[in-house]
């Protein structure tokens, strides 16, 4: 089994990416740590809970990280994932209570205690947490096995503005301390997930697999595909967050090239943009492997399959 952290922002996306780790018996998840980010930290920390009681795995512990950027006012989307960031369905205070202590401390640990290179991280929204625990620890960036995020975007463009994916726009400086690290990296852009839709065809499958657990992600995923269905006009909504999960479990599900990519942290008007040198036109390091095709349907048959277990 591959050991992972999963750092997330709940958000109905990171709840299906959170409920896919867990299903799997491939991956052990150490524990969740929350950032700020689709909404503010407490909100975010009391949806990773919830979550996991939803999915029968309470004994998983939620570490809180950092309530905002490293350097600018938080920004949030509540426009997509409504008030509570879990729109679509009934909520209700988890019975387990954070665990103590702070996400960053969590992270610099695990990796120290556990043998070098057996420890990948998944980040599924700022990346705060993750440019603190290396500032903080310099020294556990050779003891990371790999990160694999969803963040950024190149051919298909932005979504908080023309240039930027939220993720990455939140807290530029983190993401620019992470992509220079020198830590392998895998990302997930919006290029990717752009082409997983959740149709009312997928949905209605996931409903009809299993039992609750499903069944709370289906109600989730239709208040989710709203926002982009009304605004773009597709049919469905990008299921961002679990194709980082997908990618552990199925990396023959994906494609994509060894590139460099650059964080605009200075520009107004390309703030957070990843700038991805997709035909090497740089002699730049190449520092990620950046996915840019999915096979949608294998994903999404993989995704139900493993929902309909819990
Ligand atoms: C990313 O932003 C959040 O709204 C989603 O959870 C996902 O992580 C997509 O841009
Ligand atoms: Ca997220």
Redesign the pocket.
């Known amino acids: 089994t591959r050991k992972i952290i999963i750092d997330?922002?709940?958000?109905q996306?990171?709840a299906a990416a959170i409920m896919l780790a867990v299903a799997s018996p491939e991956l052990e998840v150490l524990g969740l740590t929350t950032v700020a980010?689709?909404v503010p930290l407490q909100l975010t920390s009391r949806n990773a809970r919830l979550i996991l009681e939803i999915a029968h795995r309470p004994d998983i512990p939620v570490y809180a990280g950092a309530d905002a950027p490293l350097a600018r006012p938080l920004v949030t989307a509540e426009n997509v994932h409504g008030k509570s960031g879990l729109d679509g369905v009934e909520l209700f205070e988890p019975a387990a209570p954070l665990a103590q202590g702070h996400a960053i401390d969590f992270i610099i640990d695990t990796l120290r205690r556990q043998a070098p290179g057996t420890v990948t991280l998944c980040p599924?929204?700022p990346l705060t947490n993750i440019a603190m625990a290396l500032r903080q620890a310099p020294d556990v960036a050779d003891r990371i096995e790999e990160i694999v995020l969803?963040g950024g975007g190149f051919f298909e463009g932005g979504n908080i503005t023309p240039a930027a994916e939220f993720?990455v726009f939140v807290d530029p400086e983190a993401a620019a301390e992470v992509f220079a690290a020198g830590v392998p990296l895998t990302m997930m852009p919006l290029d990717v997930t752009h082409k997983a839709l959740t149709s009312g065809d997928r949905i209605a499958r996931l409903r009809r697999s299993g039992g609750r657990p499903a069944a709370v992600m289906a109600d989730m995923l239709e208040f989710f595909e709203r926002y982009d269905e009304q605004k773009y006009g597709t049919e469905g909504g990008p299921l961002?967050?679990p194709t980082v999960i997908a990618y552990l479990l199925r990396p023959d599900l994906f494609s994509g090239r060894q590139c460099n990519v650059e964080i605009e942290t200075k520009s107004d008007l390309t703030l957070g943009m990843t700038v991805i040198d997709w035909w090497h036109v740089t002699d730049r390091k190449r520092n990620a492997m950046v996915m840019r095709d999915i096979d949608a349907d294998g994903f999404f048959d993989l995704l139900i399959e493993r929902l309909a277990r819990l």
Do not use: E
């Open positions: 997330t922002d709940p958000g996306d990171d980010g689709n599924l929204g969803m993720n961002h967050d």
